[in-house]
């Protein structure tokens, strides 16, 4: 409980903190713009990453970062923001962050596809397979290409694609 209640409090600093950043006008097409601009910012840095140009696609992150912070401002804990958040936040090397997003979307819905994969990911870069595992087992029934990837960078038969 007490975790929890530190997990919000942490988040909620983070959200007024950007709220100062970024200019609100409290329209929800406002949200979902923001997030289809992340979505695609986060798609071009994807590829960038494939193509080995490590620091363009960070750029695209960070980019990506800042529209899914004001978004989650705007309209707060939506699980696929919270998981975009978690995501670009991982993916910029802030691991522990990352899984505090990841975690609160999870709090919001817990069968949520790519944070259980996302999440899952994250534990095996950090180690934590036994972790990694759970999240997979959340994602045994869902008949979705998240639970043979995460199922193969667990194995060590795959490399994580993001």
């Known amino acids: 409980m007490i975790k929890k209640f ?34 695609s910012l986060i798609k071009r840095a994807k590829k960038l990453e494939k193509k080995g140009k490590t620091e363009k696609a960070n750029k695209r992150y960070e980019k990506a970062q800042k529209l899914l912070l004001a978004s989650n401002k705007k309209k707060p804990l939506q699980a696929n923001t919270l998981n975009y958040l978690g995501f670009t936040t991982r993916k910029l090397g802030d691991y522990e962050n990352g899984e505090k997003y990841y975690l609160l979307g999870l709090e919001i819905d817990p069968n949520h596809v790519g944070i259980n994969e996302y999440l899952g990911e994250l534990y095996v870069v950090t180690n934590r397979i036994d972790l990694a595992k759970e999240r997979l087992n959340v994602l045994e029934s869902c008949n979705c290409e998240e639970y043979d990837e995460l199922k193969e960078i667990i194995a060590g038969t795959k490399k994580s694609k993001y």
């Not at 409090?9 to 406002?30: M, N, P, Q, R, V």
């Open 6 to 39: 530190l997990l919000i409090s942490f988040l909620t600093t983070i959200f007024s903190i950007s709220s100062h950043a970024a200019g609100t006008d409290g329209g929800s097409t406002k949200v979902k713009s923001e997030n289809k601009q992340a979505v």
